[in-house]
């Protein structure tokens, strides 16, 4: 593989900008030893010319911000769907992880362009109707080795996209594609990621378990009553309390959430901080295979697990989601089993896909791409027609 393309190496594309400095330079005076510089990246599939003032992580970047599937974010569901435009989508959820890890990434002077071509694409593969329509497209595809969010992601970015002439896919570096890759198998003891890619998993979950709080208590699904039997959301409300003294329910639930978010960046900063300070990290392939991880201390991590135990079984689980949920996975099982008796009725990208990845999956993978409404309004179409 070829790391360069053979023309228009930066160093002449530079002097077409008189006083810029290279990209390489300003990393290795603003970034830490042990961060991922763009200078040691192992490059793209296919060989490209660097470019004069963007390095190849915010090329990234832009590439997936400016992608089809990353818009069509904005009409997926992140937990609840179409109870009110309140709640976080699947991409106002990317956006919060992304300001977060950027956050944590400058803090601990890892590349920040890395972290947020990262964050931007960890949710893109996120079939409609939210971890439902995960679960729905695994069953459909279970005796052909299951459906997954982050596998799925691979694929729009390297087969699904079509937006450049020379290449399919977006060309994205390899260490973007390896750190997706490390979040489809996060259970294997093997996986080593970039200290990039664990701070958007920490970013990710700090995230969701403070707007989950948020969007279900605003939402009506559980009151800050009831999740004062968390300890970690206790605590909040006890700063809370002790700074503002009383508040309004609104801004209560409002401050509360602020609380909860940089409590927990507050701990994973702080814990990272430390844990780093005792390593000697030369280089990012060091740290990445190194049992040091980036995350929050134990026993902040022991209250974020009673949190989400109580998020799973009193919101994601409450009777009016499961409701939704169980509508939509009966939907998209039923548009799976029709389209596989007619898959005409798909785009013939689809039907040429399916020479690659088989039937069953080029059909789960044309329904994944869909955005809530969209599935929602061909449904009307592939389940009426004869
Ligand atoms: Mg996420």
């Known amino acids: ?52 003032y963007r390095s190849d992580f915010q090329r990234d970047r832009d590439r997936v911000l400016h992608c089809g599937a990353f818009r069509r974010l904005s009409d997926k569901t992140q937990v609840f769907s179409s109870r009110s435009d309140y709640q976080r989508t699947r991409l106002t959820h990317t956006m919060e992880v992304a300001s977060i890890a950027r956050t944590l990434g400058r803090s601990l002077r890892l590349n920040e362009d890395l972290i947020e071509a990262l964050a931007l694409l960890h949710d893109i593969g996120h079939p409609p109707f939210g971890h439902a329509g995960e679960d729905a497209l695994a069953e459909c595809l279970a005796e052909e080795g299951g459906f997954s969010h982050n596998e799925y992601a691979l694929t729009i970015v390297e087969q699904i996209e079509q937006r450049y002439a020379r290449f399919p896919g977006l060309n994205l570096t390899l260490e973007v594609l390896d750190s997706q890759s490390t979040r489809a198998q996060k259970s294997s003891p093997e996986v080593a990621p970039l200290l990039e890619a664990q701070v958007v998993e920490a970013a990710d979950s700090t995230t969701y378990d403070a ?54 960046v507050r701990d994973v900063l702080q814990n990272s901080l430390r844990g780093l300070a005792t390593q000697e990290f030369v280089t990012s392939d060091q740290a990445r295979r190194s049992d040091f991880r980036i995350g929050p201390c134990p026993s902040l991590a022991e209250k974020k697990a009673k949190l989400e135990e109580f998020l799973y079984r009193r919101v994601y689980r409450h009777p009016e989601i499961s409701r939704v949920r169980g509508q939509a996975q009966h939907m998209l099982r039923q548009m799976f089993e029709r389209l596989l ?11 040429r896909h399916a020479e690659n990845v088989g039937l069953k999956r080029a059909v789960a993978h044309y329904l994944a791409g869909m955005t809530d409404g969209y599935c929602r309004q061909q449904s009307g179409k592939i389940l009426g027609a004869t």
């Open 1 to 52: 593989m070829e790391r360069r393309g053979s023309h228009s190496p930066g160093e002449e594309s530079l002097q077409e900008f008189p006083g810029l400095e290279s990209i390489h330079e300003r990393e290795s005076r603003l970034l830490a030893s042990y961060a991922m510089h763009s200078s040691q990246s192992r490059g793209r599939r296919h060989a490209e010319p660097e470019h004069a």
């Open 211 to 264: 707007h989950d709080v948020d969007d279900a208590v605003k939402i009506g699904l559980v009151s800050l009553d009831e999740l004062l039997d968390i300890p970690l959301v206790a605590d909040c409300v006890g700063r809370v309390t002790g700074r503002f003294g009383v508040l309004s329910a609104g801004m209560l639930r409002k401050t509360v959430v602020h609380e909860l978010i940089d409590c927990q």
């Open 341 to 351: 008796a007619r898959p005409k009725w798909m785009p013939d990208f689809f039907l």
